[in-house]
């Protein structure tokens, strides 16, 4: 079915034109990724926030949805430049030049020279993502860390230094940090927190981190154990981080989850059980003390990443507010200490100036430890946002670089059934590439009006849906169009190809 | 058995072009050429016989074979040259023999190594930076590494010079003395008439003549053309002939006249009669019967009529 010597042939004449599209791909990718301005990402997403767009914009402001513009358009005319010439270049060209004679005169099987040249074209295409996509990885992995790992974050780097340790080492153990004092002064310094903000930020990664590895290892135990239940839907198997803060209990059930949770805080077992079975007791409490509070007022707030020091300021801050509130104060520090509020906004510890302290508690009406608290809930939310701006989604990554994969080889298809139908280059040229292209095009405007009502009807780029990749939403059934799409045309192609007529 | 075989095939392009009925058989052993100019279809009669396109109506067989269902299978044994001369782009003339060994899967280069010699050439430069010449020949390299049986030239000797057409003449005839089976598509006569058993003419996509090559060699009829000394001498021999002048000169004292080999004693003694200045025999050459059908726009029995008294 394939002939050695044809893919040998391919190979040879057409290795150059993917190597520089593969290089070009993969160095435009990781400059993406290099560059990367998690910070101003992040101060995006705070902007929005609680606005119509949060939900949209929390899918861009992460480090995957930055890249939209490299998975929606530099990758597919890449893709589209590389495909539409080696299509034509492998089976047109050869007939139209009548080169294919010579092979033709051997007994070697139309059937097994179109079957190659296929297979030549999806392998070589398969190849070129599979490479850029390991490009991005790595351009990650080297630059932030967080492909294998956490984020190395500018703090980590700092006390890193401080404490003697790698960088990478210490992005696991956050509490070496926390039982240093000079690597907590400087961990806090590079990132724009004061010690008080960023220990209480540091507390709230680890927590959040023992969370997230607790919930994953009893996930795969309840996968061990439901795997063949049939009542059991994959969502009803699988515990989420958030899931596992609400009902802590089970994380007391499973060893394995209690051992990785004591390792995120650095301490035994049994000290890792006490904290978990404080955390449920104090949940029962809060419980009802919302209880009572709901009884007394109609309206409360119960913002779920609260930092647990403001359940004192909920009773005068509320969600409606909060943020009004804050604005006053920014406003009133940069009055007192006569300076800009912009300047306040990029060094929110200035709001814990004495000055700017007194000038608020008189324009707010709270007190001096609300305001502090309120200073600190702001450093620490804006540093949590840059965290989460830099986590690097592998499963997202996955589904982007198949997505993309997918989109590029439904394009080869449409090419390569040009190349096989027509007997002249310039009609396969024409019909080959130019619906590659019109489909580009036409995504093209799309990105770059905001409504382009009907116009994601007339491409196949909208079958790779980022924005459903990105946000969590339903993809599936585009990467089943794409891929329907890429079998029926080679299909036709290799049909074609051993009953036509050939002008040799 | 014939060896290569056409059944009635009719390929129909639309506007006159393609090719209509055609038949012809050829033997074991024989040399067969195809005549006829640019366009007249020899070409697309190779094609069906290489498997490249489907007969509309019509089939056509090599060594009992179909040649578009069993088109791979016949190719063991078949040396095809290609009328265009289209190599993949970026070879040396080395790869592109090794490229060519690998798609046949051949391992012994005796035979290659033997055709590069007998054709000097030089295979180690870029196919691109060759001559046509050059380029024609690792064409013939290629297309008989394999040593086949049959063997199907599309004008093999164009671009070649004529020191190489003539060694490629002699190559054909050593491969018909080994008993190899040919076609040999040309517009060249004198390629032709050397090499051939028998000769199809092709025009407008029909078959108009098959023709022996001996029965143009071994004619037996004969056109002289003689030229008197003197206008008495011209006088005296038309009085006296007994042959029938087709062509009387009188002012150059020429006559052309038509005779057959059992006549030519007779005209000899005629002759001794008068003073003679020359006497030369007017050859009748596969160009001029082929002119008939080009030129002249003549009918088939036109042709085999001139053939048959060698009038020019």
């Known amino acids: 079915?394939?002939?050695?010597?044809?893919?040998?042939?391919?190979?040879?004449?057409?290795?150059?034109?993917?190597?520089?599209?593969?290089?070009?791909?993969?160095?435009?990718?990781?400059?993406?990724?290099?560059?990367?301005?998690?910070?101003?990402?992040?101060?995006?997403?705070?902007?929005?926030?609680?606005?119509?767009?949060?939900?949209?914009?929390?899918?861009?402001?992460?480090?995957?949805?930055?890249?939209?513009?490299?998975?929606?358009?530099?990758?597919?005319?890449?893709?589209?430049v590389y495909v539409v010439f080696t299509a034509n270049n492998l089976v047109v060209n050869e007939v139209d030049s009548g080169s294919m004679a010579y092979t033709l005169s051997t007994p070697i099987k139309r059937s097994s020279v179109i079957f190659t040249k296929s297979l030549y074209l999806i392998l070589s295409v398969v190849l070129m993502y599979i490479v850029i996509s390991i490009a991005g990885l790595a351009a990650s992995q080297f630059t932030f860390n967080n492909v294998t790992g956490y984020a190395i974050t500018d703090d980590v780097s700092a006390a890193a230094e401080t404490l003697n340790h790698e960088e990478d080492y210490l992005s696991e153990r956050l509490y070496l940090i926390q039982e240093d004092e000079n690597a907590?002064?400087?961990?806090?310094?590079?990132?724009?927190?004061?010690?008080?903000?960023?220990?209480?930020?540091l507390e709230d990664v680890i927590r959040e981190r023992s969370y997230e590895e607790t919930a994953e290892i009893i996930t795969d135990e309840r996968w061990d154990i439901y795997e063949d239940d049939e009542d059991m839907g994959d969502e009803d198997i699988e515990i989420t981080a958030e899931e596992l803060m609400e009902d802590p209990e089970m994380i007391l059930n499973s060893n394995d989850a209690l051992a990785a949770g004591a390792r995120i805080y650095g301490v035994s077992i049994n000290d890792y059980r006490e904290i978990i079975t404080d955390e449920i007791e104090n949940m029962d409490t809060e419980e009802t003390t919302k209880e009572n509070e709901e009884a007394q007022e109609t309206e409360e707030n119960s913002e779920s990443d609260a930092v647990e020091e403001s359940t004192t300021l909920q009773r005068q801050l509320t969600e409606d507010n909060a943020e009004l509130l804050l604005q006053t104060v920014i406003v009133s520090s940069a009055t007192a200490l006569n300076i800009s509020s912009d300047q306040i906004s990029d060094n929110l510890t200035l709001l814990k100036d004495p000055e700017a302290l007194a000038l608020s508690t008189q324009t707010t009406g709270l007190?001096?430890?609300?305001?502090?608290?309120?200073?600190?809930?702001?450093?620490?939310?804006?540093?949590?946002?840059?965290?989460?701006?830099?986590?690097?989604?592998?499963?997202?990554?996955?589904?982007?670089?198949?997505g993309l994969l997918?989109?590029?080889?439904?394009?080869?298809?449409?090419?390569?059934?040009?190349?096989?139908?027509?007997?002249?280059?310039?009609?396969?040229?024409?019909?080959?590439?130019?619906?590659?292209?019109?489909?580009?095009?036409?995504?093209?405007?799309?990105?770059?009006?905001?409504?382009?009502?009907?116009?994601?009807?007339?491409?196949?780029?909208?079958?790779?849906?980022?924005?459903?990749?990105?946000?969590?939403?339903?993809?599936?059934?585009?990467?089943?169009?794409?891929?329907?799409?890429?079998?029926?045309?080679?299909?036709?192609?290799?049909?074609?190809?051993?009953?036509?007529?050939?002008?040799? | 058995m014939p060896v290569i075989e056409v059944k009635h095939i009719t390929k129909d392009y639309g506007h006159g072009r393609g090719i209509f009925d055609v038949s012809f058989e050829i033997e074991k052993g024989e040399v067969f050429g195809f005549l006829g100019p640019n366009g007249a279809g020899k070409t697309t009669t190779i094609r069906h016989l290489m498997g490249f396109i489907q007969p509309d109506e019509g089939e056509s067989y090599i060594n009992g074979k179909d040649t578009w269902k069993s088109a791979a299978l016949i190719k063991h044994d078949i040396g095809y040259l290609p009328g265009e001369l289209a190599f993949p782009d970026n070879m040396t003339g080395d790869q592109f023999i090794k490229f060519m060994a690998e798609e046949r899967q051949i391992s012994d280069r005796s035979r290659t190594d033997e055709l590069k010699e007998l054709f000097e050439l030089d295979t180690s430069e870029e196919i691109k930076e060759m001559s046509l010449g050059s380029k024609r020949k690792l064409a013939v390299v290629t297309a008989f590494m394999h040593n086949p049986n049959v063997l199907i030239l599309d004008e093999p000797t164009s671009g070649l010079d004529p020191v190489m057409q003539e060694r490629f003449i002699q190559f054909i005839l050593n491969e018909k003395e080994?008993?190899?089976?040919?076609?040999?598509?040309?517009?060249?006569?004198?390629?032709?008439?050397?090499?051939?058993?028998?000769?199809?003419?092709?025009?407008?996509?029909?078959?108009?003549?098959?023709?022996?090559?001996?029965?143009?060699?071994?004619?037996?009829?004969?056109?002289?053309?003689?030229?008197?000394?003197?206008f008495d001498d011209y006088e005296k021999f038309l009085k006296n002939t007994a042959?029938?002048?087709?062509?009387?000169?009188?002012?150059?004292?020429?006559?052309?006249?038509?005779?057959?080999?059992?006549?030519?004693?007779?005209?000899?003694?005629?002759?001794?009669?008068?003073?003679?200045?020359?006497?030369?025999?007017?050859?009748?050459?596969?160009?001029?019967?082929?002119?008939?059908?080009?030129?002249?726009?003549?009918?088939?029995?036109?042709?085999?009529?001139?053939l048959q008294y060698g009038l020019h």
Not at chain 1, 184 to 201: F, G, K
Not at chain 2, 258 to 283: A, G, H, R, Y
Request: charged share 20%; glycine share 6%; with cysteine.
């Open chain 1, 1 to 80: 079915m394939i002939s050695k010597p044809i893919f040998k042939q391919s190979l040879q004449s057409n290795w150059k034109l993917w190597l520089i599209i593969t290089i070009v791909a993969s160095t435009i990718l990781s400059g993406f990724i290099i560059s990367y301005d998690a910070a101003g990402h992040a101060s995006i997403a705070e902007a929005a926030e609680g606005t119509a767009f949060s939900n949209i914009l929390s899918s861009l402001t992460s480090l995957l949805g930055s890249l939209e513009n490299f998975y929606k358009l530099i990758a597919v005319i890449l893709g589209i």
């Open chain 2, 243 to 306: 042959f029938t002048i087709s062509i009387k000169r009188p002012n150059q004292n020429q006559v052309k006249m038509n005779l057959t080999d059992e006549k030519m004693q007779q005209l000899f003694t005629e002759l001794s009669e008068v003073k003679v200045n020359f006497i030369s025999e007017i050859k009748i050459t596969l160009e001029d019967y082929f002119m008939d059908f080009y030129d002249r726009k003549k009918s088939v029995s036109d042709g085999e009529e001139h």
């Open chain 1, 367 to 402: 007190n001096e430890e609300q305001i502090r608290s309120m200073a600190n809930h702001a450093m620490v939310s804006s540093a949590r946002s840059v965290d989460k701006a830099l986590e690097f989604d592998s499963e997202k990554y996955l589904w982007l670089s198949l």
């Open chain 1, 184 to 201: 907590m002064r400087v961990a806090a310094i590079a990132r724009d927190m004061d010690t008080e903000a960023y220990e209480i930020y």
């Open chain 1, 406 to 504: 997918l989109l590029i080889l439904a394009m080869s298809s449409i090419s390569f059934f040009a190349s096989t139908l027509f007997n002249r280059t310039g009609m396969a040229l024409a019909i080959g590439g130019g619906v590659p292209f019109a489909f580009f095009l036409v995504t093209m405007i799309q990105q770059l009006m905001d409504s382009a009502d009907g116009l994601e009807y007339l491409t196949i780029t909208t079958l790779f849906d980022t924005d459903a990749i990105l946000s969590g939403g339903e993809f599936g059934w585009g990467f089943v169009v794409l891929g329907s799409i890429a079998v029926v045309l080679y299909t036709a192609s290799n049909i074609l190809f051993t009953k036509k007529d050939l002008p040799l």
């Open chain 2, 178 to 230: 080994k008993g190899k089976t040919i076609l040999l598509s040309s517009h060249i006569f004198s390629e032709v008439e050397a090499t051939c058993d028998r000769i199809a003419i092709i025009k407008d996509g029909v078959v108009v003549s098959i023709i022996e090559a001996d029965h143009l060699k071994r004619n037996t009829n004969k056109a002289f053309k003689v030229e008197f000394s003197s």
